[in-house]
């Protein structure tokens, strides 16, 4: 396990921001680059799609067999991209690791090869200088067809992202990750050449590093020359950053959808207004674990367990926005019931009825969780990214020592910020006629 006094050494400028973690701990070095920009309705979805189309080749490897056979060069390198959202913001990223040299020789010089790989993968994709080629982006635009179309297949997570996507409405928050699979009609080699062109221009850049650095000044001196080019223009404005999701007044919202499924979701959504950089956060996460983070906690005890009205009964919590969502797989005729019992858990949760050892487990639940993320350089990674996009870098001992001091009231006053805003119901047709929306 890491030390977990080991802390990530800030380097970079106003734009491209790195953070380097020199740690004995792993055999690898990691390096990942995050692309930040604001969530907009009109570019969400081709600029989700850009870092799945920059393996398909650079100007120097200009097909994905090419992309790939370099990497194994490089001893095997792992790379990858991805697309992501945090909060009210989306996140093109490239995530690369290879061995350490200093762990096996042989790897002598590799990393900085690696280092100008994910440059060229970055700035110099579609293998020419002006535009992608019409055949990567036809494969593209389907593979990503298919990435959507795989969501609505897994219905808890769609589930969740539709309930996400309706206590959101309006908020680009609420936007999905991958887009929208309607604009991918439209979308060519053209405008995703001047999505690339506008992502470069607007991004704010996030750059980790993990690994066995002697001198992490020098390394990240070598990653600021190589993506210099590609980011040298001076981004306007300020440097971007995420806030809770404020609570709103009014009705709670119901949202009934029917497709073709044997198995009902119930999603509740509250929203906190509690965010990451709060005071009142870990109280908050401490809150969510008792109410469904865990085996032990409230809704899988009394919901799934005691009443057997749920095949699978649990809650999130999104550190960034303060929104948090119970998930219930039910039978179709259960909606009312388990609703009511739901809710019953966050109101004992609000009226402080919480036993010692719902206390007891649930720290020493989150306590495994952050040790264990010690050992894992991309939730280190993540962790960070998290805290500075909520303007509070947690270090992991503060948090620790914060979760060991938290009691029962502070969980209930936290769990007070609880509030209903949208019930979700997915269902099938057949079941319309017995169960009200």
């Not at 930040?36 to 799945?52: D, G, H, N, Q, S």
């Not at 590799?110 to 982006?137: K, M």
């Not at 306007?236 to 959808?257: D, K, Y």
């Not at 009902?264 to 965010?275: P, V, Y």
């Amino acid at each position: 396990m890491a030390d977990i006094q080991e802390k990530f050494q800030t380097y970079g400028n106003e734009r491209v921001h790195i953070q380097v973690l020199a740690s004995q701990k792993f055999h690898t070095r990691h390096i990942t680059v995050k692309l930040v920009v604001p969530l907009r309705r009109e570019t969400v979805t081709a600029w989700a799609l850009l870092p799945y189309l920059w393996l398909e080749g650079t100007s120097i490897h200009p097909t994905p067999l090419a992309v790939s056979r370099y990497a194994e060069t490089l001893f095997g390198a792992s790379v990858r991209t991805l697309t992501n959202k945090r909060g009210d913001l989306q996140v093109a990223e490239v995530y690369a690791s290879v061995p350490d040299e200093f762990v096996f020789t042989e790897a002598q010089g590799v990393f900085q090869d690696l280092l100008q790989f994910v440059t060229q993968i970055i700035g110099d994709p579609g293998g020419g200088p002006e535009r992608f080629s019409l055949a990567a982006v036809t494969r593209e635009k389907s593979l990503h067809k298919k990435r959507i179309e795989t969501l609505l297949d897994d219905k808890i997570a769609y589930a969740l992202e539709r309930c996400w996507a309706e206590m959101c409405q309006g908020e680009p928050t609420g936007l999905p990750r991958l887009g929208m699979p309607e604009d991918l009609v439209e979308i060519d080699a053209t405008g995703l050449w001047k999505a690339q062109q506008r992502l470069m221009s607007e991004a704010e850049v996030y750059v980790y590093l993990v690994g066995q650095f002697t001198h992490p000044d020098v390394v990240a001196r070598q990653v600021e020359e190589g993506l210099h080019p590609i980011f040298s223009e001076v981004k306007r404005g300020n440097s971007f950053s995420t806030q809770s999701v404020p609570v709103r007044s009014g009705e709670v919202r119901q949202v009934t959808e029917v497709q073709d499924v044997t198995q009902g979701k119930l999603n509740l959504g509250f929203r906190t207004g509690i965010g990451y950089g709060d005071p009142e956060y870990p109280a908050l996460l401490f809150a969510n674990g008792i109410l469904g983070g865990f085996p032990h906690s409230k809704l899988f005890v009394n919901v799934r367990e005691r009443a057997s009205l749920a095949y699978y009964a649990s809650s999130r919590l999104d550190g960034l926005t303060g929104l948090a969502v119970v998930q219930s797989g039910i039978e179709m005729s259960r909606k009312d019931q388990v609703t009511d019992i739901v809710m019953e858990q966050v109101n004992a949760l609000q009226k402080g009825e919480i036993t010692d050892k719902e206390m007891e487990f649930t720290r020493d639940g989150l306590r495994n969780q952050y040790l264990q993320s010690m050992d894992q350089p991309l939730t280190l990674a993540d962790l960070h990214f998290q805290g500075t996009l909520a303007g509070s870098i947690r270090e992991t001992q503060v948090i620790l020592d914060q979760l060991n001091d938290i009691k029962k009231d502070d969980v209930a006053t936290a769990a007070a910020n609880l509030q209903l805003d949208t019930i979700y119901f997915l269902r099938n047709e057949e079941a319309t006629t017995h169960v009200g929306a």
